[in-house]
């Protein structure tokens, strides 16, 4: 089935020690989201790619870095993760900015 | 103002009844409407997608837009314990960046 698919799925950390989140999609979407979902919030759109143009969102942090090497893959940087960036991470795809398709999301913890 | 406002709940409903779950949006150029579920600890999953006014249906599921008042809605008739989730409402325009409510806990009581 073609389906998001997001590794790994649990991911612990130490603060400031650096952790990379990872996604594939084979829907061969033209454009990959990361989002950042914390406890009973909204998922909080951290940048997208359309193809290789990437889009930073304003407000998010230098700290969350982003690369999509491929159609298929796209990676999820936090260069010196601190408590507060302990959330469930979401990757999505979508076809020309239309219906978005969630990954199962990768739930960080930071100690 | 947020762009996307949910009553955040929670909802519970004995099985088998209709469950009315509703959003606001401000942006009156917004064109695009989701519906998503979300388990706990799991992924949104899509439920419904329309595009501009009007209803569309898919099941026991009904998906209303009222482009006049902004105002969504997700209907779901004959409900049943595996829909007791969180229920994200989301909107977008022609652009890049849909904008989610905080979503609305339903509780489906056998």
């Known amino acids: 089935d073609a389906m998001v698919i997001q590794n790994p799925r649990y991911q612990v950390t130490q603060f400031g020690k650096p952790v990379t989140l990872s996604c594939s999609q084979t829907l061969n979407h033209n454009v990959m989201y990361w989002y950042q979902q914390k406890s009973s919030q909204a998922p909080k759109l951290l940048f997208h790619?359309?193809?290789?143009?990437?889009?930073n969102e304003a407000d998010t942090p230098d700290n969350f870095q982003s690369r999509r090497p491929n159609t298929s893959f796209c990676f999820l940087d936090i260069r010196s993760p601190g408590l507060g960036d302990a959330a469930m991470y979401l990757c999505?795809?979508?076809?020309?900015?239309?219906?978005?398709?969630f990954g199962p999301g990768t739930r960080l913890t930071v100690t | 103002q947020k762009e996307v406002e949910q009553d955040p709940g929670p909802l519970s409903v004995p099985e088998g009844a209709i469950v009315s779950l509703n959003c606001t949006y401000s942006?009156?150029?917004?064109?695009?409407f989701m519906w998503y579920r979300q388990y706990s600890r799991k992924g949104p999953e899509l439920l419904m997608y329309t595009y501009s006014s009007g209803n569309k249906e898919d099941g026991r599921f009904t998906a209303q837009v009222d482009k006049s008042s902004k105002y969504i809605s997700l209907f779901i008739r004959d409900s049943q314990p595996s829909d007791s989730a969180t229920y994200l409402c989301a909107s977008g325009d022609t652009g890049n960046q849909f904008y989610f409510g905080t979503g609305t806990s339903l509780t489906v009581i056998p």
């Open positions: 790619y359309y193809d290789k143009d990437f889009n």
């Open positions: 942006n009156s150029a917004f064109q695009y």
């Open positions: 999505a795809t979508s076809r020309d900015f239309r219906e978005q398709y």
